[in-house]
């Protein structure tokens, strides 16, 4: 493409300042050629005056103060009278946002002119929590905002507390890429995050009656974290047909066309780096319809609804996040988000590729794209068709281009979990995706068929289609074919991918292919924002807070067991996070619990397989066991208080029923007064980032319990280690790799392992695994009604037994509550509970999300960190 016009600037006399060239925004910005160009066509003395007029950092507290009044007063129109704590949170996080501002727009132009590789990481969640102390702790002026703010008259906490939380995910896929991206800022790599800018993100949830009700979670009624780019948009085409004929070249050429066009809007959101000049950009689209805000000539007919349907046909792709794909039209919708959100990213970054101009056999060379999941896999199909329709390549070589370029995170080993789109509605929506899909399948096939002559079976099982009634298009394996690197994000994880549901794989490309990248998560967050008082106190015995961005010089820690002042104080911070945690759960449950009950937590999606029903299973039974003890034989009990959070999918029944009986099994509990503070049990509605970074601090045992071999990773258990919480599991996920670094004596593990889970769930369907006789009195309990009406349960209750007990409930029962009694009878110890409890955190230093992304950039994407600009 080529420059854009520049004016000649005069060799002699005094250049006017209306001989300055115009700016012409385009899509992406200028280019580096583009830069230099423009630079060098403007005046000195306008450079010189620019350069004194500038934007400037804050050079104190007062610098602060004076930008959070004057936003106050001018952006807000509030004043000293009636400025109350949204309004002083507006005003400071306006001012914070202007020196983000400043420190991105040098980052980008950084970026450009050195015209380094970068990485384009694709997520459909980005579960961002809230901004404003992210921002000002990784700007590293807290005690500034803080003292600043209480002068005039506010408390930070306050401040902080008005901010809604991003609603752009669910659970621990989208808060992964919000650590990913904190990294990437941090560590100086060049990257930007794509995803969509969902209008109510997932749901706000209710509990109502004990049930789960989903309502609209509108999060972006005051947003000042965003920058519209109105400027910055790509038409999205969805439907329509495709056309073929042959040039004069004699090449046949197809050309997709006739279809409805959607607009994509541009919405930038800054991404600091802690103590780094590095601030990245997460993009995020938003959809509008292309034919303007509504038909005028239908409205100006009568025809008022029909006015705006355009307009909310368009807009429904971004509203909500995971709309319900339980009926046809939420699969075409979920279909469309994903489309939409790829194509507009792919043309983005395709758009500043193409202002290096380079050629593009450089384009791996320059560009990195991860896919976080299955969720953004067209991206594959659609730049093969923007190669071969668009710029003419060859289809070998484009395909070779898109092969170096995508790198597939796989973040699931269920079969069932694995995404899948039928044909006939990808040839509805996307017709000519569809095309270049068979073309690929077939390029692969006939690769496999040379492999594996005659192997039919390994032709049907390596197949994108799937031969089902109607055909379906299997989205992991077009991933994996279509990427040079596929990672699992845990070692158990990626070494059962290799050997159940991508063996085939495996034994087509070889081993080298696939590879593990741990996840990890930022102590930045989860450690330094979520729990400053532990924070402070690591640093006061490290000697500073180089562990944030060094997690592994918590080990130093091991050398202050035997401090009794330092033991002391860190059981003091644990106990002051409890109580917190109480006073909100007395504020919002109603509930009043014991802050020295041990606190036993599970925060995570509902799910079956993350086995939150045998959680409250147990507490069934621990309830029945208390009922039947003496007065004198409840003196000795250690009290406890289960607190649960999490949403279930609006779609998934049996979660919401698992929801139900927890909060079934409170409303008795609760009430009980026989029970008093010996057991408690809240659930706390509406979990998110936010509530995690209270919660999580409170923690002295959280549970990761899934069935073995079916959590990817799990992220929650390494943000509870390193707060100082130990961990009830099972040989899970990165609970193996947990166990690893910190020790099988800091860790309380129970359960089959991932090798028996076949097995297992073989004889239950043989009939040959009576229920465990424990499980079995809790499961009569349930059905005599005292939770509630046992027909309400009647479904959960089947599942271990009609049901084969997929999840090997009753199978692991058993040793779940043996284990919990150890946990008894460690927390009595609180010498030795400490001692765990320090020895945990010292050793959790692999488990930083920065140990991920250099991973990352060695392994998968081959791109190195800038230096920092100044």
Known sequence: MSAPPVATVPTVGVVEPHFRPKHRRTHTGFGVREIK????????????????????EFAGKEDFQREVVRHIETTLARSLYNCDDGAAYGGAAL??????????????????????????????EFLMGRALDNSILNLDVKDMARDGMGELGFRIEDVISQEHDAALGNGGLGRLAACFLDCLATLNYPAWGYGLRYKYGIFKQEIVDGYQVETPDYWLDFNPWEFPRHDVTVDIMFYGHVNQYTDENGKVVKVWEGGEIVKAVAHDVPIPGYKTNTVNNLRLWASQP???????????SGDYEGSI?????????????????NIDAGKELRLKQQYFWVAASLHDIVRRFKKTHRPWSEFSDQVAIQLNDTHPTLAIVELQRILVDVETLHWDEAWDIVTSTFGYTNHTV?????????????QHLLPRHLQIIYEINLYFLQQVEKKFPKNREMLRNLSIIEESQPQVIRMAFLAIIGSHKVNGVAELHSDLIKSTIFKDFVAFYGPDKFTNVTNGITPRRWLHQANPKLSDLISSKLGGYEFLKDLSQLENLKKFLNDKEFVKDWMDIKLANKVRLAKYIKETNGIAVNPHALFDIQVKRIHEYKRQQMNIFGVIYRYLQIKEMSLEERKNLV????????KAAPGYWMA??????????????????????LLKVVFLEDYNVSKAEMIIPASDISEHISTAGTEASGTSNMKFVLNGGLIIGTMDGANIEITREIGEENIFLFGNVAENVEDLRHAHRFGKVEMDPKLKKVCDTINSGLFGDANIYAGLLSSLTTGCDYYLVSDDFSSYLTTQDLVDEAFKDKDGWAEKSISSVALMGFFSADRCINEYADMIWNVEPLPEHK
């Open 639 to 646: 009290p406890r208080a289960f607190i649960f959070g999490g």
């Open 95 to 124: 001012a914070v946002r202007d020196q983000l501002v400043i420190r991105w727009n040098k980052t980008q132009q950084n970026q450009t002119i050195r015209d380094q590789k970068r990485v384009y990481y694709l997520s459909l």
């Open 309 to 325: 349907r355009d307009q909310q046909r368009a807009e429904t792709i971004s509203a909500v996040l995971y709309p319900n794909d």
């Open 290 to 300: 292309a034919s303007g805000e509504f038909d005028f000539q239908k409205f100006n």
């Open 414 to 426: 269920l079969p069932e979990a694995l995404e899948k789109w039928p044909v006939p509605l990808v």
């Open 37 to 56: 160009a423009v630079e060098a066509s403007i005046p000195e003395q306008l450079r010189d005056t620019w350069r004194k007029l500038s934007a400037a």
């Open 656 to 677: 919401k029923t698992i929801i139900k009986l927890i909060n079934g099994v409170g409303d008795v509990v609760n009430n009980d007064k026989d029970i008093g503070d």
